[in-house]
């Protein structure tokens, strides 16, 4: 068969391929991106998926509008003014999963050839639905207050590039989190230089101590003209499930409408029952319960493994310690004979069950391949601490 051109800019990811490792038994994995089931409030899903059913099933089991289901919509504005932000129900749109939303704005941005920033590392899916539409990718370095500001700058300078998508919050994979000034300079730059720029936020809920600076998007009303050049995809994916594949989409009315159309062809519209008990979830009030008890596991998960990293791996490992999110990005650093290349040492991981994703992956081009990422969500403090200790055995098989 002669497949689209398109395809041939795309691979299959190197995670999935690493996936079908994990089926091994016995396998501790920090290599998913996954949200641990068991914090999931199933009980309110329920109760919710009750009442929208019981209560005129009709439109919520019937085709509905591409825009979305407007009870969601409502909902979702109220919950972001609760984060800061004003989005009234029509300036948003509800997407199939926040993946929809970046698929949306590769659709209606990108054409072959087309420059796009990204943080390096960045968010994998970002990389490959963007090359799909040809982009060229071009990777802005980071450090533990997110990307580098005058590094960014001068790349949209040189570059001009048609978008820039960032993860300002807690980012996949680098858990990092971009400073209140570097949020307020790259408004500026977006403002004056009229560059879209992309907020993904899908973690910033999941802080451990406390919230992180406002969004890109709740900053946007305080430096004028940046609003209009600035799209902010949501997922309930990371705080409530990811199976209700519910997502939304925040961006300039001009783009929102493209958008839109491009939905029409795609999906027509995410599934109205799920919006609609992610609608009525709202109204329980039981979210920031449920938040509560995912902040402070997730909390006490990151904090073992940051210690037993340090005790297992000592010099052999360097990492920032996340304060919020599910992953912790690391750099082998190759200490008195030890590893430094970080596919090889998940290899010897895998032989001694435990897995993690290395680094390269992440990256459009010059990947650091010393560098690797461990989610610390979906495996429990025990777990954690026997997959590390492997860890540590993984090393001492090195030679
Ligand atoms: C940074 C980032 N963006 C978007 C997504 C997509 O999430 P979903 O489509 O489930 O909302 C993920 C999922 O892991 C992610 O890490």
């Known amino acids: 068969m002669h497949f689209a051109d398109r395809l041939q800019n795309v691979e299959t990811s190197a995670i999935r391929e690493l996936f079908k490792l994990l089926g091994k038994p016995g396998i501790i994995s920090f290599a998913g991106g996954f949200p641990d089931p068991a914090l999931f409030d199933a009980v309110g899903i329920a109760q919710s998926s009750a009442a929208v059913l019981s209560n005129n099933p009709g439109p919520v ?6 825009e979305g289901y407007q009870p969601l ?16 129900a029509e300036g948003l749109i509800v997407t199939t999963g926040s993946q929809q ?51 960014l700058e001068a790349l949209m300078l040189e570059h001009k590039p048609k978008l820039v998508y960032l993860i300002p919050t807690f980012g996949n994979p680098s858990g990092a989190t ?60 990371k705080i409530l499930s990811p199976g209700l594949r519910v997502g939304w989409l925040i961006a300039p009315p001009e783009l ?3 958008a839109t159309m491009c939905k029409q062809f795609s999906d027509a519209h995410t599934s109205n029952l799920t919006q609609a008990i992610c609608a009525h979830y709202l109204t329980l009030n039981r979210l920031q319960d ?38 912790f990005w690391a750099r082998l650093t190759g200490a008195n004979g030890k590893p430094a290349n970080a596919a090889d040492f998940a290899k010897r991981a895998i032989e001694q ?5 290395p680094g390269v992956s992440f990256y459009a081009h010059d990947a650091d391949k010393s560098s690797l990422r461990l989610s610390f969500a979906t495996a429990d403090v025990s777990k954690i601490r026997d997959g590390i200790a492997r860890l540590g055995q993984a090393l001492s098989f090195h030679d």
């Open 256 to 258: 929102l409408a493209k």
């Open 353 to 357: 069950g435990v897995a993690f994703v």
């Open 101 to 151: 939303a970046l698929d949306l704005i590769g659709k209606t941005m990108i054409s072959p050839g087309d420059k796009v920033i990204v943080e390096a590392p960045t968010f994998l899916a970002t990389i490959q639905c963007f090359r799909l539409y040809g982009a060229h990718i071009i990777g802005a370095p980071i450090d533990a207050d997110g990307v580098d500001v005058d590094k």
């Open 61 to 66: 089991l019937q085709y509905g509008a591409t």
């Open 178 to 237: 971009l400073c209140l000034a570097r949020r307020k300079r790259i408004l500026e730059i977006a403002a004056r230089t009229q560059t879209l720029v992309v907020e993904d936020d899908p973690y910033g809920e999941l802080y451990f101590d406390t919230a992180p600076p406002p969004s890109l998007l709740a900053l946007s009303d305080s430096v004028p003209g940046s609003r209009a050049w600035l799209a902010h995809c949501g997922s309930f994916s």
């Open 290 to 327: 449920s938040l509560a008890v995912v902040r402070q596991t997730y909390a006490e998960r990151a904090r073992v493994m940051a210690e037993c990293l340090t005790h297992e791996l000592g010099d052999a490992i360097e990492f920032n310690q996340p304060q919020g999110g599910m992953f």
């Open 73 to 88: 919509r409502e909902g979702l504005s109220s919950f972001m003014a609760g984060k800061g932000s004003t989005v009234a």
